[in-house]
């Protein structure tokens, strides 16, 4: 039994999902947090940057706030919190002092789950991304490190999210999302401003692409629906409990 069955009668698990733009996290891990959440744990969403690089820049104030709405209603579907951290579109920081609001919000939501980017995704705001929970994690349990909360104990378990395509993803565990997915296309399809561009399109349309990489990973997993997820190799990140649900 997972840890997670373990304590569904008792008090929820946290639940940290951080994702460099406003539909990644749905796209990689939707189902797994659609999961979690009927199952009564707790969910935080954390967006690091608007993802409005592509668009004029005339239109770029109303297409942040549409994209937070967004983001906020696709939250909503599962009963999760979303933060918006506010950090630019390939403009992810390096410096101390822009770090440590993602150290507070760590050391604020006290999880025992944390998803994030593969450190070899495509995009380099996702590799980022990626580099900074690194680094803010370790900050997290440093008692000099001050931010409004105190340093975090114990360690969380860290699980790297599938790449865009599975490409140069080998995965450590999946976790069935078939009673999921359709919740999953529901968040997926808040955010209207990237799925409605691609709708029809032959090779990145947005909703049958979450499906059909939901499929793959299930026939791997010899289920209908699947994500999938590995964990950093690193010393103290290796898989000695079980907290997917």
Known sequence: ????????AGSPVNILAIGAHPD????????????YAAAGHAITMVIMCPGVAKRDPPSLEETIRGRQREVSASAATIGATAVWMGYGDFDIPYDYESKLPLVEQIRKTRPEVIFGHHPSDYSSD?????????ECYMMAFQSGIKTESPAMHPRAMIYHMDTVGGLG???DAYVDITDYFHIKRRMIECHESEVRPYAGNPVVDTVEWIEVNARYRGIQAGVRYAEAFCWPRRWASMETKHLLP
């Open 126 to 134: 996702h590799r980022r991304a990626s580099e900074l929970l690194d």
């Open 1 to 8: 039994m997972s840890v997670c069955a373990e304590r569904r």
């Open 24 to 35: 990644d996290i749905v796209l990689q891990c939707g189902g797994t947090l659609a999961k």
């Open 169 to 171: 993803f080998v995965p």
